[in-house]
């Protein structure tokens, strides 16, 4: 590996280890309908973004609920000297991104097949903290 490369890995790695996020992959849900509740909670402060997870009634909403929870707690492994309430996280980032579909065939009339593709997806969660500079 090159000296440039190497740095510019090294400055990749350090920029990582301060920023709280977590990741799902694989999750058994499509990409489409998952947007639909990242949608919801993009930008907000965790505390709204948990209550909305939690009253919101789609199958996709407790897994992104579940997510958000454990980039609370990557953040708190990261910061542990200081505290949620003072910190005021919101969801800086999130992204959802299509994974590898299962194929699967769905007999259709007279004799022939329609192929079935089971989707499913990998997100993202990127937490922020808001600089609250009162005057």
Known sequence: MGVR???KAEEL???????AFAKLNNCPTSPRKMR???????GKDIEQALQILRFTTKEAARRLEKLLLSAIANWQNKNPEAS????SLFI?????DSASALKR???AP?????????RSNHVTI????????ES
Do not use: F, W, Y
């Open 126 to 133: 990127t937490l922020g903290e808001r600089n609250n500079t």
């Open 13 to 19: 790695k350090e920029a990582k280890m301060s920023v």
């Open 5 to 7: 490369k190497r740095n």
């Open 105 to 107: 065939l769905r007999p």
């Open 36 to 42: 639909l509740v990242a949608d919801l909670v993009r």
């Open 110 to 118: 007279q004799g022939r097949a329609h192929r079935i593709r089971k």
């Open 92 to 96: 800086a980032e999130i992204k959802v």
């Open 84 to 87: 949620i309430e003072d910190a």
